[in-house]
């Protein structure tokens, strides 16, 4: 396994290896030695092709997250929105896939989002802290401020995703 780090303080790259022969493949997710984080929520997601998920965050009580792709693809963001970060307020993105095999390790403090490239992608998310439907908020996947270049002209959205908040409206709440 060989880890990439980024400009993002803590975010991180991981590219695996896969083993393969005729009966199949045996492939390495994450181990605590390269990793030193306790993941206690683990959930899987099925997407079809131009779904876009994002960009969420807890806010009060934030989650660190080991995204990887099992099956398919997606282009996957992630806003650094760690207000003491010389990152703030900056994106990173990436395209995870089950050929590429690379997982991203985004921690605490930042909102994710991704949109799916292939039909039928199965994503595994590991959480360091459960899932506060409280806590839950977004930024709106579109802003202008934040110029992100999606790979997809018209996603389809969940009615909450189309309501989140502008990252200028996000930046002025007291969370």
């Known amino acids: 396994m060989q880890i990439k780090k980024t400009k993002f303080k803590d975010l991180l790259i991981f590219n695996k290896n896969t083993y393969k022969d005729n009966r199949g493949f045996f492939k390495e997710i994450i181990s605590e030695k390269y990793l030193k984080k306790r993941f206690i929520f683990d959930y899987i997601s099925l ?42 307020g900056k994106i990173f993105k990436t395209i995870l896939s089950d050929k590429n095999n690379k997982s991203i390790y985004i921690p605490a403090g930042f909102a994710h989002g991704f949109c799916v490239l292939e039909n039928n992608t199965l994503m595994h998310y590991k959480c360091t802290t459960h899932r506060n439907a409280k806590s839950e908020k977004g930024i709106i996947w579109n802003d202008s401020d934040l110029k992100i270049k999606w790979p997809i002209k018209k996603p389809i959205l969940s009615l909450k995703d189309k309501n989140n908040l502008t990252f200028a409206e996000f930046k002025n709440k007291n969370w």
């Open 47 to 88: 997407s079809k092709k131009n779904v876009l998920r994002g960009l969420h965050i807890q806010t009060t009580q934030p989650q660190g997250k080991l995204i990887t792709v099992f099956q398919g693809c997606i282009f996957d963001v992630a806003l650094d929105l760690r207000k003491k970060s010389r990152t703030f």
